[in-house]
């Protein structure tokens, strides 16, 4: 699916990346993540690159699921003062929905530690520019 077809909205310290119009997730997880992440020059730059390559890794790991749309928020990190968290859901529009499944595959996604090491290199460079 192309990029077009998603949306990041930024708010005070908190970045979400989702379809518009997308209602709220039906299954929800959430992480922080712990390793100290630098102070960037663009702190929403960050949060958005950071929430679409976490989206990309969850729909690598779903595309089986028919009818899964995912969203991811982002809040806090750097230039805000609090701890990066991160809430990864999805809403489930299938006629057979897996949301145990579903539920399983995102705290898998969340808390593997070489996704997290790719997401916030990758962050943190995009963030420079």
């Known amino acids: 699916m192309s990029r077009k077809h998603f949306q990041t909205k930024h708010e005070a310290g908190w970045t979400r990346h989702a379809r518009p119009g997308t209602p709220e997730p039906d299954v929800n ?3 922080v993540l712990s390793r100290g992440v630098q102070i960037t ?35 806090g990190g750097p230039g805000t003062g609090s701890p990066l968290k991160v809430e990864a859901g999805a809403v489930l529009t299938g006629k057979c929905p897996a949301s145990a499944y579903v539920r399983s595959v995102l ?9 997290r090491r790719r997401w916030l290199q990758h962050a943190e460079q995009a963030s420079r520019c």
Not at 62 to 71: D, H, M, Q, T
Not at 107 to 115: G, H, K, M, S
Request: a positive charge.
């Open 29 to 31: 997880v959430g992480a």
């Open 41 to 75: 020059v663009r702190p929403e730059r960050f949060r958005d690159v950071l929430a679409r390559q976490i989206r990309q890794d969850i729909w690598r790991k779903l595309a089986a699921v028919r009818g899964l749309l995912p969203i991811v928020t982002v809040t």
């Open 107 to 115: 705290e898998q996604v969340l808390n593997d530690p070489i996704l």
